[in-house]
C-alpha cells in the first residue's frame, strides 16, 4: 500500500483474506457451483503484500478448510500455495493494470489445473461434485485419457473462477482511495497524471 501498513495489520487483513476465502469456497461447495471463490483472498494479499504472503495466506485456507469440511482436500493446498507465489511474483515485476490482471487470470487458469487435476485424480478419481462431472465423464466416454477428461473441464471452470477473481480485484482497487493502492497500481495512475499535466 502507499499508505505504511504495520506488520500487526499485514496479519490482521490475511486473517481476513484466509476467512473471505474459507466462506466462499464453502458457500460454491454447498451450492456445487463449477467454480471456486476460494482464493479471492489469496489473490489480494498476493498483490498487496507479495509471494510469501500470499503463499502462507493461500496454504492456510486449504489446511483450515480441510480440518473444518474434508480432510482429503488437503493435498489441494499446493494450487492454492502456488496461486499466492505466481500472483505475488508477478506483481512485484510488473504493473497492476487490467490487462495484466486478466492475462495473470488466464495463467492461473491453466496453472491451477495442472497442478490440481493429478490430485483431483488420485484423491476424488477425477471428478469434482459439481455440475462439471458431467463434461468428465462424457470426454472419458469418448475415449479421452483421464487426466485429459479431468483437465479440460476445470480450464473452463478456471477460467471464469480466476479471470473473474483477477478483474473483480482490479476493480475493487481501482475504486479504493489512493492511499490504499498498491504501489505499483498507483504508480500508473501518477505516470498517466504526470503525462497529462505535461501535455
Given at each position: 500500500?502507499?499508505?505504511?501498513?504495520?506488520?500487526?495489520?499485514?496479519?490482521?487483513?490475511?486473517?481476513?483474506?484466509?476467512?473471505?476465502n474459507i466462506v466462499l469456497g464453502i458457500i460454491t461447495s454447498t451450492l456445487k457451483l463449477p467454480l471456486?471463490?476460494?482464493?479471492?483472498?489469496?489473490?489480494?494479499?498476493?498483490?498487496?503484500?507479495?509471494?510469501?504472503?500470499?503463499?502462507?495466506?493461500?496454504?492456510?485456507?486449504?489446511?483450515?478448510?480441510?480440518?473444518?469440511?474434508?480432510i482429503a482436500g488437503m493435498p489441494f493446498m499446493l494450487v492454492s500455495i502456488v496461486i499466492g507465489l505466481?500472483?505475488?511474483?508477478?506483481?512485484?515485476?510488473?504493473?497492476?493494470?487490467?490487462?495484466?490482471?486478466?492475462?495473470?487470470?488466464?495463467?492461473?487458469?491453466?496453472?491451477?489445473?495442472?497442478?490440481?487435476?493429478?490430485?483431483?485424480?488420485?484423491?476424488?478419481?477425477?471428478?469434482?461434485?459439481?455440475?462439471?462431472?458431467?463434461?468428465?465423464?462424457?470426454?472419458?466416454?469418448?475415449?479421452?485419457?483421464?487426466?485429459?477428461?479431468s483437465f479440460i473441464p476445470k480450464v473452463f471452470n478456471n477460467i471464469l473462477d480466476k479471470v473473474g477473481?483477477?478483474?473483480?480485484?482490479?476493480?475493487?482497487?481501482?475504486?479504493?482511495?489512493?492511499?490504499?493502492?498498491?504501489?505499483?497500481?498507483?504508480?500508473?495512475?501518477?505516470?498517466?497524471?504526470?503525462?497529462?499535466?505535461?501535455?
Amino acid at each position: 500500500m502507499n499508505k505504511e501498513i504495520s506488520q500487526t495489520n499485514k496479519l490482521m487483513l490475511c486473517g481476513l483474506a484466509i476467512a473471505l476465502n474459507i466462506v466462499l469456497g464453502i458457500i460454491t461447495s454447498t451450492l456445487k457451483l463449477p467454480l471456486y471463490l476460494d482464493t479471492i483472498g489469496t489473490v489480494f494479499i498476493a498483490i498487496y503484500f507479495g509471494p510469501l504472503y500470499g503463499a502462507t495466506v493461500g496454504g492456510a485456507t486449504n489446511f483450515l478448510t480441510s480440518i473444518i469440511s474434508n480432510i482429503a482436500g488437503m493435498p489441494f493446498m499446493l494450487v492454492s500455495i502456488v496461486i499466492g507465489l505466481v500472483v505475488g511474483f508477478i506483481f512485484k515485476k510488473v504493473k497492476f493494470n487490467f490487462i495484466n490482471a486478466l492475462l495473470v487470470g488466464l495463467l492461473l487458469s491453466v496453472v491451477a489445473p495442472l497442478i490440481g487435476t493429478p490430485i483431483g485424480i488420485a484423491v476424488y478419481g477425477g471428478l469434482t461434485g459439481t455440475v462439471s462431472d458431467i463434461a468428465v465423464l462424457w470426454l472419458k466416454q469418448s475415449g479421452a485419457s483421464i487426466f485429459t477428461a479431468s483437465f479440460i473441464p476445470k480450464v473452463f471452470n478456471n477460467i471464469l473462477d480466476k479471470v473473474g477473481t483477477c478483474l473483480l480485484l482490479y476493480f475493487v482497487i481501482l475504486a479504493l482511495p489512493y492511499d490504499f493502492k498498491p504501489k505499483n497500481f498507483a504508480k500508473t495512475l501518477l505516470n498517466k497524471s504526470n503525462i497529462e499535466k505535461e501535455a
